[in-house]
């Protein structure tokens, strides 16, 4: 019988470099932050380079707000608040930048990740749409 996956991954190490091979190699855009009033970006992978033409290492510690301008929906925004306040998990669009001020329609989800009833992370998954 094969062994299930929360049996191989019972190992930490394997479970942590099974997780980082995930983010690394996603063609969607990945973003982590810390749980604060303005969450911090703790991690981005090499796909949200591609997206957004920032370096992982430029926006460590940078707010996403960074993505946003004059075009960006304050009502989207606004609701992100609320449902991450909520401990829920928020997904919608709205006009963000590039580095370069590209303006472009951006499709995300962000997913509090838990540990008890807490949430300890916020894990993004991003990636450009065309229809609204
Ligand atoms: C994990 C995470 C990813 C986020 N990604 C984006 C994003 O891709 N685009 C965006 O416009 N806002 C994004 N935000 C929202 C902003 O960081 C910020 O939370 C939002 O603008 C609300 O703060 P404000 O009321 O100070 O504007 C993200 C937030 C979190 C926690």
Redesign the pocket.
Known sequence: MIKSLDKVLQDSKLNIRTLKALAENSFDSI?I?DVTN??KILYANKAFKKLTGYSPAEVLGK???I??GAA?DKTV?TR??KT?SAGRTFEGK?I?YKKDGTPFL?H?R?VPVKLGKDTSV???I?RETSSI
Do not use: D
Request: hydrophobic share 50%; charged share 10%; glycine share 0%.
């Open positions: 973003l932050t303005r969450p707010t996403p707000k993505l946003q960006t925004i992100l608040s991450l709205a963000n951006m995300w962000v916020w894990l993004a991003q």
